[in-house]
């Protein structure tokens, strides 16, 4: 069974309650490669493409297209919305994402094969 740890993924995110996930009302925290960590999620290819638009769960009016996809390197799981919430407003990091990150030196995996187990542990996301 695959395990997907999820990064950036909140509580008010989905309609019904969610209470494993944070809240997205954290207070921000600096980090100082917060962009290059930011970058690197950017260039994950979306596993699970969802054809919406989310609202800025911060802000409450900036819209995300596609907000709902999920995006994996095949350890971690976040949303595309998610990278807004994470770059935009300076919400924590999982120190063990960041670790990850640092430890792949910022570069994201080329291709993740999108199996049936890891398509099953992604759909816990959505």
């Known amino acids: 069974m695959v395990e997907l740890r999820p990064v950036g993924i909140y509580a008010e995110s989905y309609a019904r309650p969610r209470p494993e996930l944070p809240s997205v009302r ?16 950017r260039a994950v290819t979306p596993a699970f493409d969802v054809l919406d638009v989310t609202v800025d769960l ?13 995006v994996t390197d095949g350890v971690w799981v976040w949303r595309t919305d998610s990278i807004r919430h994470l770059a935009a407003h300076g919400l924590p990091i999982d120190p063990d994402f960041l670790e990850h990150v640092r430890a792949r030196d910022y570069r994201a995996p080329e291709d993740v094969e999108v199996t049936d187990e890891l398509e099953d542990a992604l759909l816990r996301y959505y």
Do not use: C, F, H
């Open 26 to 41: 954290q207070t921000p925290v600096e980090i100082a490669d917060r962009a290059r960590v930011v970058d690197y999620m």
């Open 58 to 70: 911060v802000d409450g009016t900036t819209k995300v297209r596609s907000g709902s996809s999920l």
